[in-house]
């Protein structure tokens, strides 16, 4: 388990329980490290995820090549800690628990309210509450992160995808979703492009893998299957779905 920093200055570190976090005496169900100021909030948690839930195609696929990734490499990490960053309602989380036996895992969320619904169902799963661009966790703390259709929903991507590498340990690995070439809506009001990916994630991260889903113009929606690419492909500004499975490398491994 990873050392969890102190809610503020002069507190004691909480110590998870194994179904809850200590702090000073008294138990918590998720751990919180300030107010949410993203503007994202539980009302669009709920409008996102009726518009998804938990079987859309998408979401099904994301969380599929997820668990995959993440399945190739974890069995050389002794007792891996891994966290879902944007974990929501636990869609992801219930994946790991189920198919990653001997891995810690822990999901991470800035809006609370999902997390305390989350808690009472999965109460010996260490959830905690934090803004990313923020995040209060220590250096080089964590095997792998997985980050799902988050990175459209923060204005400040790339502070948050530094603390990301900050975050991962050496030779740590980021597997995320990331949607290319949509249109802001009032749930992802970020709009993402491959060369602005490629400045803000894969210029400090290794690329090992990646899979991109393009439009299917005959039916006027996604190939469901991800299609693989010998290289990334922005299809003249249409939407796309990425999916990348990528490595902390240290900068001087790079030279």
């Excluded at 628990?97 to 999901?107: A, N, Y």
């Excluded at 790339?158 to 900050?166: I, S």
């Excluded at 439009?215 to 299957?225: F, Q, R, V």
Aim: contains cysteine; charged residues 20%; aromatic residues 8%.
């Amino acid at each position: 388990m990873i050392p969890f920093p102190p809610q503020a200055p002069g507190e004691t570190n909480p110590i998870w329980t194994g179904r809850g976090f200590q702090i000073s005496g008294r138990m918590v169900p998720v751990l919180s490290y300030g107010e949410n100021q993203s503007g994202w909030n539980d009302d669009l948690t709920l409008l996102h995820e009726g518009n998804a839930g938990s079987m859309h195609f998408i979401d099904l696929a994301s969380r599929a090549h997820t668990l995959s990734e993440m399945r190739h490499w974890l069995p050389a990490v002794e007792q891996p800690v891994v966290m879902d960053i944007g974990c929501s309602s636990g869609f992801m989380i219930r994946e790991y628990r189920d198919h990653l036996p001997g891995s810690v895992v822990i999901g991470a969320d800035i809006v609370r309210g999902p997390l305390e619904r989350l808690a009472a169902r999965m109460p010996d799963v260490p959830l905690l509450h934090f803004d990313l661009v923020k995040c209060p966790l220590p250096d080089a703390c964590l095997d792998g992160i997985s980050l799902l259709n988050v990175l459209e929903h923060i204005k400040d991507d790339q502070t948050a995808l530094k603390q990301v590498y900050r975050i991962l340990k050496p030779g740590g690995e980021l597997i995320g979703s990331f949607n290319l070439n949509h249109a802001p809506t009032k749930a992802e009001p970020q709009a993402l492009t491959e060369s602005l990916l490629q400045q803000l994630l894969f210029a400090d991260f290794t690329i090992i893998s990646w899979r991109v889903s393009a439009p299917d113009t005959s039916e006027g929606g996604y190939l469901y299957n991800p299609l693989l690419t010998g290289k990334l492909i922005d299809p003249q500004g249409k939407p796309v779905i990425l999916w990348a499975r990528t490595r902390k490398t240290l900068k001087t491994d790079k030279l």
